[in-house]
């Protein structure tokens, strides 16, 4: 190993004791601000599965600073060594924990997603008062033409599912559109089932159309946990 990978190696077991011993005098709290149970924290902090999992992913994030900004880091006798500015990379193990206490204790809300693509980004017709601040009423109808989807570009029905309120949409697919000789089959733009787009991406690959200019392909809106280890083929905000 070079010098880099020296020292983030180090740097991962010694940042997990230093954090470890300081969470013994500090609290975590979840997304609504109410305290993760000590108990749940030393339960995850003392199984080995954790552990390893926790000081990787505070090696690799100390190898790709210390790689990129050397001249950041403390040296001595030509080696790196523990300074106090690496500290926040042990705050690694703070996420981790809220992450798995979250997969264990999820926050479920109901979400109007678009029965074409699976999107949240969907716009309805609703009843308002309008000498209350337009107070909502109710929606106007479950009809396709009072709801629209402004990721798949046209009316459509809705249907309230549940989500994770931490799941997010994280980008799209394409696939081949129900009653066409594409159907089930992902766009031959994609080159395996785990790549993930953006709107602009997918929209593109929409365009695609059969020799009798009928649109073959139906978006795809991908969620958190949709697809086990997804490939991103971008950086960034799906939707832009």
């Not at 902090?45 to 990129?68: C, F, G, M, P, Y």
């Not at 900004?69 to 500290?87: F, Q, T």
């Not at 931490?166 to 089930?184: L, S």
Request: hydrophobic share 30%.
């Amino acid at each position: 190993m070079n010098k880099f990978e020296n020292f983030a190696s180090e740097m991962s077991i010694q940042l997990f004791e230093i954090r470890i011993k300081d969470l013994n005098n500090s609290m975590l709290f979840d997304d609504n601000m109410e305290q993760i149970p000590i108990d749940f924290i030393d339960a995850i902090l003392d199984e080995n599965k954790h552990a390893e999992q926790i000081k990787e992913q505070i090696r690799l994030s100390v190898l790709e600073d210390v790689t990129q900004h050397p001249d950041e880091y403390d040296m001595n006798c030509d080696e790196y060594v523990y300074s106090g500015n690496i500290y926040s990379h042990s705050f690694i193990i703070d996420r981790y924990i809220e992450n798995q206490y979250h997969d264990d204790n999820p926050i479920m809300v109901n979400v109007h997603v678009c029965d074409f693509c699976g999107s949240n980004n969907v716009q309805t017709k609703v009843w308002v008062r309008p000498n209350n601040n337009n107070e909502y009423v109710d929606m106007v109808s479950e009809e396709i033409n009072d709801n629209y989807c402004d990721d798949c570009d046209q009316n459509t029905t809705l249907s309230v599912v549940e989500k994770n309120e931490r799941h997010a949409v994280i980008g799209f697919q394409v696939w081949g559109d129900d009653g066409t000789t594409e159907e089930n089959i992902h766009h031959h733009y994609m080159n395996s089932e785990k790549e993930v787009y953006t709107l602009n991406q997918a929209n593109s690959m929409m365009d695609d159309t059969n020799n009798e200019g009928d649109e073959q392909w139906q978006l795809h809106t991908i969620w958190t946990t949709d697809i086990e280890k997804p490939e991103f083929m971008f950086k960034g905000d799906p939707r832009n």
